[in-house]
């Protein structure tokens, strides 16, 4: 933000260099192609080594809050899960906002998605065992794409989902998760909301009433309470410093209509319909301790498991906001939590 004040660089051009940061050299081991698919860029990672039959495609939907991140940042991660579970692994460079408004970022994903359900045959796939994986907002981006897909007719069904410490829901921001980790990086409690609101290029001076929620009515509380109730939330998670909030915050009309993309499923998954919760596939849902995100992985977990679906929880009780990522880059900034992650993450893969 300081190089910004000063203007020498954007804060969200800072950010995306960070992120990027030095590309890995070559890896025999994969043919790795730049791609288009209906004219979303894509980078494709396929083992060289030989197999008998048709390959499970991933789709890797990369975070960023839709404003930075790339295929070059997540470069790392995919070879590795193309390597460790011979997949087909393709990245997603969807555009980026500012300059691409949301939902550009949805479209482009879903575009992506359902191109490569079309076409799987021609990288050697089976069209019955491709699987959407996203961290962070990428899994925000994943469980929208699933959610948009379950009742297409021109595709297959997904084989899975794989949500990695996914933001999930905008109507609370005092779970336990959000109160316990508020300060503990590299995802602050009021952070969390800001860069939602500069990803939908809303105004920030409603930050402070949006994290007491005053954006939402009585009938949305009443609504949202089956899903977002502290009860769908195990004690276990609720015992490290967890005080329940006091009577709601004062009912906004006026933040209810600057939040209201905040609220459809397309941005807070968790807040979709059962119809269509019922018709999602086989979930994996990573979830970390020090993370204001965890508790929106929770309740997910419940509504699916609700409605009958088969959900694998890895929960990283040393992990925090973006291990999985740092964890793709080796010794230097990996942490025990993210090593961990990543092997819970292709041990499901396998069984696909």
Not at 126 to 145: E, K, M
């Amino acid at each position: 933000m300081l190089l910004d004040k000063l203007g020498i660089m954007s804060e969200v051009s800072f950010l995306r260099v960070i992120m990027d940061g030095i590309p890995p050299g070559k890896d025999k081991r994969l043919i790795i192609k730049d791609l288009t698919f209906e004219k979303v860029q894509v980078r494709l990672y396929q083992p060289k080594t030989s197999t008998t039959g048709q390959r499970r495609g991933v789709l890797y939907l990369h975070g960023g809050v839709g404003r930075f991140g790339s295929i070059r940042a997540y470069e790392r991660t995919c070879r590795y899960l193309a390597r460790k579970t011979n997949s087909v692994v393709v990245s997603v460079g969807y555009r980026l906002a500012p300059e691409y408004p949301y939902p550009t970022q949805f479209h482009d994903c879903l575009t992506a998605t359902i191109h490569f359900m079309k076409t799987a045959q021609d990288y050697g796939v089976d069209p019955a065992r491709i699987i959407v994986c996203g961290d962070s907002s990428g899994g925000t981006l994943t469980a929208a794409v699933a959610q948009a897909l379950v009742n297409r007719k021109d595709v297959p069904k997904l084989r899975a989902q794989i949500l990695i410490y996914p933001f999930l829901q905008a109507a609370d921001f005092n779970l336990p998760s959000y109160q316990q980790n508020a300060r503990i990086p590299v995802l602050i409690r009021e952070r969390t909301l800001i860069l939602g609101l500069k990803y939908l290029n809303k105004d920030l001076s409603a930050v402070n009433t949006l994290l007491e929620g005053s954006h939402i009515s009585a009938k949305g509380r009443k609504k949202y309470q089956k899903w977002l109730s502290v009860d769908n939330i195990p004690h276990e998670f609720k015992t490290r410093g967890y005080i329940p909030p006091g009577p709601p915050a004062p009912y906004s009309e006026e933040l209810y209509e600057l939040a209201k993309p905040f609220l459809e499923p397309l941005f807070s998954p968790l807040l979709c319909e059962d119809s269509v919760i019922a018709q999602l596939p086989e979930t994996f849902i990573l979830t970390c301790e020090y993370d204001v995100l965890r508790d929106d992985g929770l309740l997910y977990k419940k509504r699916l498991e609700d409605h009958g679906i088969k959900v694998t929880l890895c929960h990283l009780e040393e992990g925090f906001h973006g291990t999985i990522f740092l964890a793709a880059y080796g010794k230097v900034t990996t942490f025990q939590s993210g090593i961990k992650g990543l092997e819970k993450i292709t041990k499901f893969l396998r069984l696909m």
